[in-house]
Structures are given as C-alpha cells and as structure tokens.
C-alpha cells in the first residue's frame, strides 16, 4: 500500500471505531463468588474491563475536560486523580473561596458526567513556613459534599 495511513476513509474508520468499541463494552455479565456460593448473573452496563488495555484510555477520553472546568486553580490531573492547586498570601486567606468554587464546579462536573467523588479521598494540604501557617484562622478549612476536608500541613 502507498501512503496507507494518509489514505484511511474518516467515515469508514469510524464506523470501524464504532462497531469495535460497541463490540467490547456491551453484552458483559459479571457474577460474584463468596466462597462456594455464586451469585446470579448481572449485565455490566457502566464502567470498563479491570484490568483492560483501554479502560485507562477510555477514562482519559471521557474525562478529557475535567482539568479545564476550574476558573482559579491549576490542576494536575493523571487518570482517575486531580490535584487543585492555588497561591496565595496567608493574609489573602479568603481567596481560598475561589478553591472552594473551583470544588463546586468539579462536583457539578462528576455529578453530570455520573462520576463519583470520594471527600475520604481528598485532602487540603496547606505549604508555607510553620510561622505562616499559625497565622490562618483557626476555623479555616474547606468542604466537598458537606464533608470538612482534613487540612494537612
């Protein structure tokens, strides 16, 4: 063939796509064994293989956005985890609101996409000299689904 990868039908590629990915996500079952005892069969209908080749890129593809619905914060995201990130000066400690916003929108994000969040999973790790870090309020701290988030330092 000359010039093979330049020469591929868009159209008949996805329909190629298509038919492959239809293929290996739908018509799963899963059954549960406790000990000696099975359980009934379940069709799969959400999630990807464990364990499988394209579940870490399936989930990069359908997550593809999440790293740009925060307004203020930086984000690190490498699959299924997301760091926030945001300076700022100890005496500007309610500019962690917008932290908070960005937090929403993440939520509101999951919640449309059908993700879960997990708050036992997250934490508020605070850096800076232990001389600043004395000089935030005693009541500061965030929340995610009206769980205060364990503040580290």
């Given amino acids: 063939m000359s010039k093979a990868f330049d020469s591929l039908d868009h159209g008949i590629l996805i329909k190629y796509c298509i038919k492959m990915f239809t293929s290996y996500l739908t018509n799963r079952c899963q059954t549960v064994r406790i000990n000696c ?14 364990g499988s080749i394209f579940g870490t890129l399936l989930f990069s593809i359908y997550a593809n ?5 925060p307004q203020q914060c930086s984000t690190d995201c490498y699959v299924d985890d997301t760091k926030l990130y945001m300076c700022f000066p100890v ?26 969040l997990n708050p036992d999973k997250t934490n508020l790790m605070v850096y800076g000299t232990r001389q600043l870090i004395t000089k935030l309020p005693s009541d500061f701290c965030l929340s995610l689904l009206e769980k205060i988030l364990s503040l580290e330092m």
């Fill in 37 to 50: 005892t099975l359980s009934d069969t379940l069709e799969v209908t959400n999630g990807v293989p464990q």
């Fill in 65 to 69: 956005d999440l790293p740009s619905v």
């Fill in 91 to 116: 005496r500007d400690y309610d500019l962690a609101m917008d932290l908070m916003n960005d937090l929403t929108r993440i939520r509101n994000w999951c919640f449309q996409n059908l993700l879960l």
